[in-house]
């Protein structure tokens, strides 16, 4: 079983956190208006800052953010920018095996 193994199952996981957080990205990026190159997820190339066509909404990949508390993890998987009302969303995806599950629970910062 390859979930046995340690170094096979670390390397299962960060596959399938890369493919979720693609498709993720490509998601919000096509429900806020961002232009894609592609129609499905899996063909397109993300870059890494991407803005609506009116200019309100970034979404942004894999970027350090500076705040001023310490929070586990600066470097989260999405941000989602609004320029009007100059807030963030940060989504940091984490995938676990079934036996971990029960102590991953959502944080809001």
Same mark, same amino acid.
Request: proline letters at 5%.
């Given at each position: 079983? =390859?979930?046995?193994?340690?170094v096979l199952s670390e390397v299962r996981y960060i596959k399938r956190h890369d493919r979720l957080c693609a498709q993720l990205y490509f998601n919000i990026c096509k429900e806020i208006g961002v =232009?894609?190159?592609n129609e499905h997820w899996y063909h397109h190339v993300p870059i890494v800052v991407e !803005?609506? +066509?009116e200019g309100? *909404?970034?979404i942004l990949q894999i970027q350090q *953010?500076? !705040?001023d508390r310490t929070i586990p993890n600066y470097k989260p998987? *999405?941000?989602? +920018?609004?320029n009007e009302k %100059? !807030?963030?969303?940060l989504i940091?995806?984490? =995938?676990? %095996?079934?036996?971990?599950?029960? +102590?991953?629970?959502?944080r809001i910062f």
């Open positions: 079983m =390859i979930l046995a193994c340690p =232009i894609l190159d !803005t609506n +066509r309100k *909404v970034t *953010v500076q !705040t998987d *999405v941000i989602i +920018r609004d %100059g !807030t963030c969303m940091d995806v984490a =995938i676990t %095996g079934t036996e971990m599950m029960s +102590r991953k629970k959502p």
